[in-house]
């Protein structure tokens, strides 16, 4: 009978859970209960039942719920049949869930071999919190590793909701935004520097001129000594190879102006990168490639490049290529250091440690700009994602301006 209320206990906490990664903004307080259900079941149990109940019930509904945005993605987005949606969702979730239950179950071996010596036996709770941590942590690198690519998928973590308790209201991440009459540009000031950003109702999926006409407008609309950002893919094209568009939006730029447009690089051996111009009235100040390519939505690992029917549903004929780490960490702009990162490389490649290294660095006068192509969102990862740019703003203590489209 016990057993069966810890089941119930563990299913109840799993749902909870999952509402939280759902609605991280208005529900990230279940997270709390959530947790400490979990907590009590697993420490009332023995060792293999705990297994059982976190392995068998508790992650596959967290796991499977959470990438609901996937199948989304596929369904809405890349228009792929239900059938292929559905079966590619299950697929990543148990590939993701597997990769868990592997360094979960290896902690609890460790955990089970600590409880024997008597001076560990009195912190098993937290050892059972570090294992449990450390998985999310360990599940996403591995998951990123098969997917062929760097960095850790880490946002069902348990730090991200606890974070919610003890961040300030705002840090620069997109939630203090002055939004203009007309919602088409967005503003912000760091030191002596205005930062406008143009969202939702300017130029995505435009042509090259009526992009350009969005630029120009933007430009005129920016404080003298202003900065125009944009979100990733705000061109989807190389514009190394557009030399006419380049030079008219130039001939828009003020003297003490600059703009931070976020289109396509490609190399002269044909590569294509996604790409970050830092462009000022006297052309191109500083170009940052992205370092992260998306496994399946940017390029398809190398193991599936030959899978035809993969390929067709993630529209993979445009595969971009991941640069090496760029030489110098962003540029200066009006005495500010200004550190460009397209979406995944802020969010899986770059860690907590990196910004406060480039804080300590750099100074206050500080700013990393993400960003972001949220249009294939869905809803509740487009909050999600965002809070953990808030998250590590607050935890490195470093301003971040968040820049997405607003959808």
Not at 59 to 70: D, G, N, Q, T
Not at 297 to 312: A, F, I, Q
Not at 340 to 364: A, E, H, N, Q, Y
């Amino acid at each position: 009978m016990k057993k069966l209320h810890g089941l119930i206990a563990i299913l109840l906490s799993s749902i909870l859970y999952s509402l939280v990664l759902f609605d991280i903004n208005n529900c990230f307080y279940l997270s709390v209960p959530a947790l400490i259900v979990l907590l009590v079941v697993i420490l009332k149990n023995n060792i293999k039942y705990n297994a059982l109940l976190v392995c068998c019930a508790w992650l596959p509904i967290v796991v499977f719920a959470h990438y609901v945005w996937f199948f989304y993605l596929l369904n809405t987005k890349l228009g792929a049949s239900t059938a292929w949606s559905v079966g590619l969702y299950c697929a990543l979730s148990l590939l993701h869930l597997l990769c868990f239950i592997l360094f979960f179950c290896t902690g609890l071996m460790a955990w089970y071999f600590a409880n024997r010596i008597a001076c560990f036996h009195r912190y098993q709770a937290v050892f059972f919190i570090l294992i449990f941590t450390s998985s999310f942590q360990a599940a996403g690198l591995m998951l990123m590793f098969i997917l062929d690519a760097q960095g850790s998928y880490n946002v069902m973590s348990p730090v991200i909701p606890l974070s919610k308790f003890f961040m300030p209201s705002s840090r620069l991440s997109g939630d203090d935004f002055i939004k203009s009459a007309d919602k088409t540009y967005s503003a912000n000031t760091l030191s002596e520097i205005s930062f406008l950003k143009i969202t939702k109702n300017a130029s995505h999926n435009l042509n090259l001129w009526a992009s350009s006409q969005n630029l120009f407008h933007a430009m005129q609309q920016a404080p003298a000594r202003g900065v125009v950002v944009t979100p990733e893919s705000f061109i989807s094209c190389p514009l190394n190879r557009e030399p006419e568009f380049l030079s008219f939006v130039q001939q828009s730029i003020g003297q003490h102006q600059m703009l931070m447009l976020a289109g396509q690089y490609e190399s002269v051996d044909g590569q294509l990168f996604q790409a970050v111009y830092a462009l000022t009235h006297e052309g191109v100040q500083y170009l940052y490639l992205k370092q992260h390519a998306v496994p399946c939505v940017e390029r398809m690992p190398r193991y599936l490049r030959s899978w035809r029917k993969g390929c067709s549903i993630f529209k993979a004929e445009q595969s971009f290529a991941s640069a090496s780490s760029n030489e110098t960490v962003g540029f200066c702009f009006a005495e500010t250091r200004i550190i460009p990162r397209v979406c995944s490389d802020f969010f899986l490649i770059t860690t907590v440690m990196d910004l406060i290294k480039w804080r300590r660095t750099f100074g206050k006068n500080c700013i990393v700009v993400v960003h972001v192509n949220d249009s294939w969102f869905v809803e509740y990862m487009r909050d999600l994602i965002r809070h953990v740019a808030h998250m590590r703003a607050w935890m490195a203590d470093i301003n971040i301006l968040y820049v997405d489209y607003g959808i």
